[in-house]
């Protein structure tokens, strides 16, 4: 009976062949499942390449944004400047025409070279110079005559002188131009064609 007994326990090996396929039946399981976790790999990697260039374009739109800002708030500033110098224009040309007539003298001195060193460092130069070529970008022409020392159109008087922010032209200088007589135009080209013949 004991036999019988131990018989009986040797049905519990049989037991354990039937938990055995248990785990078989776990790895299967355990295969398949890679791949829905493959495919939420591949979504999670898609989601995040998304949101990689969403927060690289937001970054390209903000940098943009802030070049855009500054460039605007230099323009603003250079516009502001130019106006507040553009209302000093006619106290830089008493001050100039003082000087030519001796009258700069004691304190009015002083004054005039601070208010003049002070717009010089904002930026602001004087251009126009008697014997300059004349340019009509920059110069604005109030007397004509002719003349036979010149051999283009020159600025021989500077009745204002003109005024410039870096590039931009505040105000033209206001000139005298003389151009050359029709003798010494006509001269060259005569000398031309009897070169050419």
């Not at 025409?97 to 700069?104: N, V």
Request: charged share 25%; glycine share 12%.
């Amino acid at each position: 009976m004991t036999e019988g007994t131990g018989s009986n326990h040797g049905a519990v090996p049989g037991d354990a062949q039937e938990t055995e396929p248990k785990p078989e039946t776990g790895t299967a399981a355990s295969a398949a499942a890679p791949a829905p976790g493959a495919a939420e790999a591949a979504e999670l990697r898609n989601q995040l390449g998304e949101r990689t260039a969403d927060l690289q374009r937001l970054q390209a739109e903000y940098a943009n944004y802030r070049k855009r800002v500054e460039r605007d708030r230099n323009v603003a500033g250079e516009l502001a400047a130019i106006k507040v110098l553009s209302e000093l224009l006619p106290v830089l040309d008493d001050i100039g025409r003082a000087r030519d007539h001796g009258e700069l003298a004691g304190g009015f001195k002083s004054v005039a070279e601070s208010l003049e060193s002070i717009v010089a460092k904002m930026g602001l130069q004087g251009f126009g110079s008697k014997g300059d070529p004349f340019d009509p970008t920059v110069h604005e022409a109030l007397l004509h005559s002719y003349a036979t020392d010149v051999t283009e159109p020159t600025c021989v008087e500077i009745l204002q002188p003109g005024y410039q922010v870096g590039e931009r032209i505040i105000r033209p200088a206001r000139v005298a131009v003389a151009e050359p007589t029709a003798d010494a135009e006509g001269g060259p080209e005569e000398s031309g064609e009897a070169a050419g013949s």
